[in-house]
């Protein structure tokens, strides 16, 4: 029985396979796990990098849709492992490719041509409905950028699974609430009402991210009182009234740069998972920065990579079975991701 440390055995892992191992880590994972890892990053700034990269083994420290969209980019023969494949993102399951399909071909019916946009928190079936549907994908760093160029494709654009996302980039666009409609989910029902159907430009999926819902602009009002002078930083998947409430918003790249470029002795509270928000606050400690969580919001999902997991998968990874895709769902994946990048470049 070895009595090795899971980072050693990580470590012994990294020496014994070199540059035949890469290890990505999103921002949301722990420290523990991130110390690892040889690139971090967002969900765009690493899938930019995936198709870049030449080791025979990636192995991708985040959720399920992350290790999927890196094997749709992923070169012939090369092996995408996520270490617990039970690490979901319940707001990407609240959109079946199925229901997306069978919507979009609803709403086609009825003499819309709608376009959908999904954000890249979701299946990869769903990313390939949308290679398929003329579609792409977006990112909450490029989601106005996207969202502007599906507009431009169609008569109106199907996003999501985010409703918060995709609200909060309509406002940014100033997309009117009549052009915006829900969709809805029940079988017994059309999926959007169709008396309003005719002016909407924006049809909105009905999932959102659970952690950052927990946020409410009483959260903020709450630290505005607690902290004087502090500025406010939240991701567009809180609500309206959050971003709103805010002084900034936007992905966790954008919050990385938010706290970055705050003069020192800045106070600042952030509004997104918990794990970056205390690696900003230790990162910029000696420049007098106070960096605070707003709330602790902790996706319980992207918690299940841990230091020993990762160990476990290191230790066997030649018998690990790798992420796998249908031949025909990483192509229709790879065109609606390849659109999104090279719209992106
Ligand atoms: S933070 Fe939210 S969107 Fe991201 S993986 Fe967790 S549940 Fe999914």
Known sequence: MTTQTPSERIEAARARYGDRLAI????????????????????L??????????????????????????????????????????????????????????????????GRLVVPLAYVNSSAEVKAVCGLYGGSVCTSANARVMLEWALAQGDAVLFLPDRHLGENTANQLGLSSGERLRVRLRQDEPSVDYKKLPYARLLLWPGSCAIHHMLKKQDIEAVRRQIPGVRVVVHPECSQSVVRAADSAGSTSHIIRYCAQAPAGSKIAVGTEVNLVLRLAERHKAEGKTIVPIKTMRCTNMAKTTELRLAELLDNLEDAAPMTLADDVAEHARVALTRMLDICS
């Not at 994972?29 to 971090?40: L, S």
């Not at 995936?50 to 092996?79: D, N």
Request: aromatic residues 4%; proline residues 6%; negative net charge.
């Open 24 to 43: 990505l880590g999103h921002h949301y994972q722990n420290d523990a796990v991130i110390h690892h890892t040889d690139i971090q990053g967002d969900s």
């Open 45 to 110: 700034e690493l899938a930019r990098r995936i198709p870049g990269l030449t080791a025979e083994h990636v192995v991708f420290c985040g959720v399920y849709f992350m290790a999927e969209s890196a094997a749709a980019l992923a070169r012939p023969g090369q092996k995408i492992h996520l270490p617990h494949a039970d690490a979901t993102c319940p707001m990407a399951d609240t959109a079946p490719a199925q229901k997306v399909e069978a919507v979009l071909d609803e709403l086609r019916e009825q």
